[in-house]
């Protein structure tokens, strides 16, 4: 792209900054050159400088780093049956297992070689493959086997499955295939509508539809030295462009069609054009993310490329280094992980404001983590991570496809500075009614109400409300249970609970109070002090009288059935 030219791109909102982090995962972290303590010296933290040298061959980069990074494509799973198609064609007996093994890898390839975007690929493959098959026909002669007995049924459809597998695992075919797969389950999720992802483009061949729509533009811009002609502004960067044949349009849920509905912009007069440099950031936005299926993420920072870069890396290699990625969800330990790890590892800054971008059901959502937020979490680390394996099922009994994870809960309602109360509440009366639908213990609702207390302490500023309170307030609740069970009266308690819980709820403390009397009379006891005091301040009732009710239910999870803690 010319002698010694280089280009500078700038930190600047999220979606842009995706795409600067994506051109580093496609490039290569060496090919990129930006401040890293004292290297680079001439750049500042939040800029990047990239040889067009390296532009070369831009669109197999491209897709090439898709393809390498999101090991779930259907590419992948169809050629990793190749072992063991080779194994069954040396054997002599077949049992029902293998039958039905079979019939289902017989499925599989049915249902995706037919699929139309690998049809479409099947046309590129066939121009350049040194011999010829032809695929469609192939898997007709495919049939599901009926008997273990019908041993050439078996060979047949062995033979077929090997060959099959012997196309898709070519080079050529991996190149073509992978890339349709990355298409619309990555690259998708990000942008549509232009290039190889505009329905009515002609051109058949990715890769060069990627070269003529974002990379050959970005050769003629950069040729022109002098621009000083063009009259027109990136909405983006600010450079000057020369007419505004380029917009926003093309991302996914960030912008709009400007010819139907024109009363998004001002005055109805269109002003987000970008240039062609931008055009590119932007299509490197999903190479910026990590996605799982139509679910991805992303952390934002401004100030240095080094720690934007290592944390969405970490993200995405301890995603996809787990066996069992698709189920996830994008945990926000990985995310915390990710960004304590840079936080450790930076003398540069303390703790700031850090964005998290997550795409879900093809929405963006945001959450800022605030200084406060992050010391937070940051300082309730292992007790959260006591709760990873805690779980409760808000509906059907079982269906750990509606399981709810505390730690994700409690993450997530932190994040969104949403106090604990109403979580620990309804903890709390999973834990009366039914028992076995919570796989968790007392000790997991005391360690979410010892999160909360350094919520209040860093978010309200309440620094003398101090765990010991928690932990006396437990224990007296511990105490007045004793009390009941010495008396044959630990029946009560549920019901007791209940009414403790329903005056925590709506901060009534007149009727918490009366019930504690009422308790305290029974076992001719005076009402503890700590309760009393707490009174004074809203946080402090809930808090002191949450970690009481705690208490009520045994100490350190006597329970029959708190044992569930998985």
Request: overall charge positive; glycine content about 4%; hydrophobic content about 35%.
């Amino acid at each position: 792209m010319g002698k010694n030219r280089k280009i500078k791109l700038k930190l600047s909102d999220w979606l842009y900054n995706a795409g600067i982090v994506g051109i580093i995962n496609i490039l290569g972290n060496e090919n990129v050159r930006y401040r890293r303590n004292n290297e680079n010296i001439d750049l500042e933290f939040d800029e990047i400088e990239i040889d067009l040298n390296n532009f070369e061959n831009f669109k197999e980069k491209y897709f090439n780093y898709f393809i390498k990074t999101y090991k779930n494509l259907s590419w992948y799973k169809l050629v990793s049956y190749k072992g063991y198609i080779l194994n069954k064609k040396n054997e002599k007996e077949f049992s029902q297992e293998d039958l039905e093994i079979i019939n289902k890898i017989i499925d599989q390839f049915k249902k995706d070689l037919k699929k139309s975007s690998f049809k479409s690929a099947y046309e590129l493959i066939y121009q350049e493959l040194p011999y010829n098959i032809n695929v469609l026909e192939e898997i007709k002669n495919l049939k599901k086997i009926k008997k273990i007995e019908k041993k050439e049924e078996f060979y047949k459809n062995l033979e077929i499955l090997e060959k099959l597998i012997s196309f898709l695992d070519e080079p050529i075919s991996k190149k073509y295939i992978a890339a349709k797969n990355v298409m619309y389950t990555v690259i998708k999720n990000a942008w549509e509508g232009v290039s190889f992802l505009n329905p009515q483009t002609k051109e058949k061949n990715m890769y060069k539809d990627y070269k003529n729509y974002f990379l050959e533009p970005l050769k003629e811009y950069i040729s022109v030295e002098d621009k000083t002609n063009y009259k027109y502004r990136c909405f983006s960067c600010g450079n000057r462009i020369k007419n505004l044949s380029d917009s926003l349009t093309f991302l996914k849920n960030i912008g709009f069609d400007d010819a139907r509905k024109p009363s998004n912009v001002w005055d109805f007069i269109n002003d987000i054009y970008i240039c062609p440099i931008c055009k590119l950031v932007y299509s490197c936005v999903p190479a910026g993310f990590t996605y799982v299926f139509d679910k991805g993420v992303f952390v934002n920072l401004n100030h240095s490329v080094e720690d934007i870069y290592k944390i969405n890396k970490r993200i995405i290699l301890e995603i996809y280094n787990r066996t069992e990625h698709q189920d996830i969800n994008f945990s926000y330990k990985v995310i915390l992980d990710s960004i304590y790890e840079n936080l450790n590892n930076s003398i540069k800054y303390e703790y700031s404001d850090i964005q998290i971008v997550k795409l879900n059901n093809t929405k963006y959502t945001f959450n800022i983590l605030s200084k406060n937020i992050l010391l937070v979490l940051g300082k309730s680390k292992e007790i959260l991570n006591n709760l990873i394996n805690n779980y409760y099922f808000p509906t059907k009994k079982g269906d750990y496809n509606d399981k709810i994870s505390l730690y994700e809960e409690v993450i997530f309602r932190v994040m969104n500075n949403i106090e604990l109360y109403s979580f620990i509440n309804k903890l709390m009366r999973i834990k009366i009614s039914d028992k076995t639908n919570g796989y968790y213990n007392v000790k997991s609702i005391m360690n979410i109400i010892k999160i909360n207390l350094e919520y209040l302490k860093e978010v309200k500023g309440m620094k003398d409300f101090t765990e010991s309170k928690v932990q006396q307030s437990n224990y007296h609740g511990y105490l007045l249970r004793k009390a009941y069970e010495g008396k044959g009266s630990e029946h009560k308690l549920s019901g007791i609970s209940y009414r403790l819980l329903n005056a925590l709820k709506v901060n009534n403390k007149d009727s918490f109070l009366d019930t504690l009397l009422n308790c305290y009379l029974y076992v001719d006891k005076p009402v503890p002090k700590i309760i009393i005091e707490s009174l004074e301040n809203v946080d402090e009732f809930k808090t002191i009288g949450y970690s009481f009710v705690a208490g009520l239910f045994g100490k350190n999870n006597e329970e029959k059935g708190d044992e569930n803690n998985e």
